[in-house]
């Protein structure tokens, strides 16, 4: 890979800058992207060249999404050599670093963290052991000595029934007992009183308690010798705790069986360390300065995500697994319906039997990410390149972020760069963030409208998400571009509506900037039968289609980066502290 970087490299030194141009001449190079057959398994391009091109995109995806990068997950060996390719790309291009000290790397306080069982809590003079009468985890990045903190009784978990005042809750923690029997107790009901009681649920710390005396073995082993890492925040996180009913007994001053939602318990304090081992984890951040001295200091940025989920538990082939998925599961894992109806599998079973007649079965268990992770990043790269060989000069600079864990629960990358920018947080005047931009072909179920009727792609499609929910500005600067620019492509809004329930706003990198107050928004050809799934290869990419939404993206950047003014922001801001809004 390394030696691929330098031949590249020593290729272009003497090659002419080209023109930046929306679409650029494909008679320039040829690859198999620029035919009409299937494309290999394995691919070595040629040279990339500064427009872009279907056969840049494709040499680069080869690269990043390969095998041997073995899914990219975040927080291991894998994803640092995917990171270290971006860097080493940036570097040969000639961009500026942007991130920390002087290097493209921006690192992220990710752990795998174990309890330490000095961990005490401390009731009325007696003490609470950790690993025996308590279990506790949080990833508050310096966690606090709780002092006076109280515990209420919150009755069963998920109860909806029950109801506490702030007045009752506010300073204190609340503890859940084991959860009800929802068949006889009307718990879970999806009522707007259930919906206020998740809201003011996710507020508060967690204590749960356990269902037996003793810890069980699984809850000792998670709490003690964990293997799943996390991010350490400094503020917002919750704590959770894990209480056995004699540490209940002993903080609320009842037994368990006796206790009523809303019992008070007594004044405790609580001592709480853990083990954290460092998992090398970054964000990598590029520039391009602007070109008026009067512009510089204010940034477009474009982002993207340089993770993806690694390699699965166990092999599947490839083959079956994709032709179950291209008949049953349309939209991958994401697919609403993970069943095979009887119907099915006759056809399931044909299609089987033809490719086996082409080749043996194939095993596989790495999660390449090429669409989902994959084309966005080498898109950046792209554009990248179209900017710092290319003869446009925006005035405003451009800030290239490839946000790190965007495929974990909540998006580290993003999250952490929005708290700790590398400029300051109230000079980016917009951002694009561009994920799974490599599909939308016809036969591809790309998602489902507000009412819930599936969606296609088409050779022009493209979804935007976000484009108007700060800045009606940026959304019409956005179809403009496209139609100026004659570039063509069909936008589909269907998955930005309003309670929309894939929430893809709320899900994406984007939201991060947009919680901050920053125009923000996603370009993306939504699922295919591949999202998400080891089938997720390089070889299915649209690479003709990618360049000409990398054309857009980079056009649209241009012209916020070029305006006399910033985008104007006529919606009210999102309320940070609060979940997202679809």
């Not at 994401?334 to 194939?362: C, F, H, N, W």
């Not at 923000?520 to 999202?531: C, I, K, Q, S």
């Amino acid at each position: 890979m390394v030696k691929m970087c330098r031949v590249l490299g020593r290729a272009l030194a003497g090659m002419s800058l080209l023109a930046v141009t929306a679409l650029p001449s494909l008679a320039q190079q040829q690859c198999p992207a620029m035919g009409k057959g299937p494309l290999p398994l394995h691919y070595q391009g040629q040279p990339t060249v500064p427009a872009i091109t279907a056969c840049d995109l494709m040499t680069r995806l080869y690269i990043f999404a390969d095998d041997s990068m073995r899914g990219r997950k975040a927080a291991t060996p894998d994803d640092v050599r995917a990171t270290d390719y971006l860097v080493s790309e940036l570097h040969r291009l000639g961009v500026r670093p942007a991130g920390e000290v002087g290097s493209y790397y921006q690192s992220l306080p990710v752990v795998t963290r174990a309890l330490d069982t000095t961990s005490t809590l401390m009731v009325n003079g007696s003490v609470l052991r950790a690993g025996t009468d308590f279990l506790v985890s949080t990833t508050l990045l310096h966690p606090t000595e709780f002092s006076g903190s109280r515990l209420v009784y919150g009755g069963a978990l998920l109860d909806t029934t029950v109801m506490l005042s702030p007045a009752v809750t506010d300073g204190r923690l609340v503890v859940f007992g084991p959860i009800v029997d929802a068949a006889n107790s009307g718990a879970i009901q999806r009522t707007a009183k259930g919906t206020e009681w998740v809201r003011w649920y996710n507020t508060l710390h967690r204590v749960t308690i356990a269902t037996n005396e003793q810890l069980s073995a699984a809850q000792l082993r998670t709490a003690l010798n964990p293997t799943a890492t996390i991010l350490l925040v400094e503020a917002g996180a919750p704590v959770n705790f894990t209480l056995t009913p004699h540490a209940v007994e002993a903080l609320l001053g009842r037994p368990l069986e006796t206790l009523a939602p809303g019992t008070v318990g007594k004044p405790f304090s609580a001592s709480l360390r853990f083990i954290d081992t460092p998992r090398p984890t970054h964000n990598v951040i590029g520039l391009i300065p602007g070109s008026e001295a009067r512009l510089r200091g204010e940034y477009v940025v474009l982002g993207a995500h340089s993770d993806h989920a690694g390699v699965a538990r166990g092999a599947v082939d490839h083959d079956s697994l994709r032709i179950v998925n291209l008949v049953s599961r349309p939209e991958g894992v994401m697919s609403r319906r993970q069943t095979t109806e009887d119907e099915e599998y006759e056809q399931i079973a044909r299609m089987t039997d033809s490719v086996r007649k082409l080749r043996p079965g194939r095993p596989d268990s790495i999660m390449n990410g090429a669409d989902v992770g994959g084309s966005g990043a080498v898109s950046l790269l792209e554009i990248a390149e179209a900017l710092a060989k290319g003869n446009a000069k925006p005035k405003r600079s451009i800030l290239l972020v490839w946000h790190v864990g965007s495929e974990v629960t909540t998006p580290w990358g993003s999250t952490w760069f929005t708290a700790h920018s590398t400029v300051p947080l109230d000079s980016i005047v917009a951002e694009l963030t561009v994920e799974a931009v490599g599909r939308g072909e016809a036969s591809d179920v790309t998602g489902i409208t507000a009412g819930e009727t599936p969606t296609h792609g088409n050779p022009n499609y493209l979804e935007l998400i976000g484009s108007r929910r700060l800045s009606s500005e940026l959304g019409n600067l956005v179809e403009a571009v496209n139609l100026s620019g004659k570039l063509g492509m069909a936008f589909d809004y269907s998955s930005d509506a309003d309670g929309h329930p894939d929430r893809l706003y709320c899900r994406g990198d984007q939201w991060a900037y947009a919680r901050a107050g920053i125009p923000a928004m996603l370009f993306t050809t939504g699922n295919n039968a591949d999202t998400r799934e080891p089938t997720d290869e390089p070889e299915y990419i649209q690479y003709r289609h990618l360049a000409r939404v990398d054309a857009l993206v980079l056009a649209a950047a241009l012209r916020i980066a070029n305006l006399d003014h910033r985008l104007v922001v006529d919606h009210p801001r999102p309320n940070a502290s609060a979940p997202c809004q679809q």
